[in-house]
């Protein structure tokens, strides 16, 4: 399903209600790359919205699989991951992402984040995992939170494989912040 949230950003939601979002502000970038058991309707109606060849930059809020998933479709595009995550990924590909067929797919150059990424602000923000960050777009007040934080005010889990739990509620207090007008979360929880 595709959602149009603002004039300059869409939201792709997969059946597992997995996000990847398109957001054009003079470079085109995607936040998360959904799962790719969702490929088909990913490519058929993501692929209207934006032309995959032309993405400059690829942020991943985390490396699990459900969010990396379509990362093959933007053949031109730079792929950043943050250096702690890219560091869990090194250490141990499988627990990382948590599947192992992605985790053989997935073998890419990843840079790591800056502190800001196309006029967005890098907020770090363990927890989910030692390496999950979450990003402010700040001129329209967009929070993207990765699996950190969700619309509910639900918190994403802190028990997997490179999960930091005893981070988790420093990063929360870190959020709250942003006074965000639109959440902009990993899932549609
Ligand atoms: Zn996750």
């Given at each position: ?6 004039p ?10 997995s996000?990847?979002?398109?957001l ?8 998360d790359a ?42 031109n595009?730079?792929l ?13 590909r ?39 960050v979450?990003?402010?777009?700040k ?28 981070m988790?509620?420093a ?19």
């Open positions: 399903m595709i959602t149009r949230i603002l300059n950003l869409w939201r792709f939601t997969g059946t597992d209600k996000n990847s979002y398109y054009d502000v003079g470079e085109k970038v995607i936040i959904g799962n790719r058991s969702d490929r088909q309707e990913y490519v058929a109606l993501f692929g209207k919205v934006v032309d995959f060849g032309s993405v400059h930059k690829v942020i991943f809020t985390h490396l699990h699989y459900d969010h990396i998933g379509n990362f093959d479709l933007f053949k595009a730079k950043f991951a943050s250096a702690e995550e890219i560091a869990e990924l090194d250490n141990n499988a627990k990382a992402i948590m599947d192992e067929n992605m985790a053989e797919k997935f073998k890419v150059k990843l840079y790591p984040l800056p502190s800001e990424i196309a006029g967005l602000e890098v907020i770090k923000t363990p927890g989910h995992t030692r390496g999950s979450c990003l402010w777009y001129q329209e007040k967009v929070l993207f939170t990765g699996d950190t934080l969700f619309g509910k005010k639900m918190l994403g889990r802190t028990d997997l494989p490179t999960s930091a739990p005893g988790i509620n990063s929360i207090l870190k959020l709250v912040e942003y006074n965000y007008k639109i959440l902009a979360g990993g899932h549609e929880y």
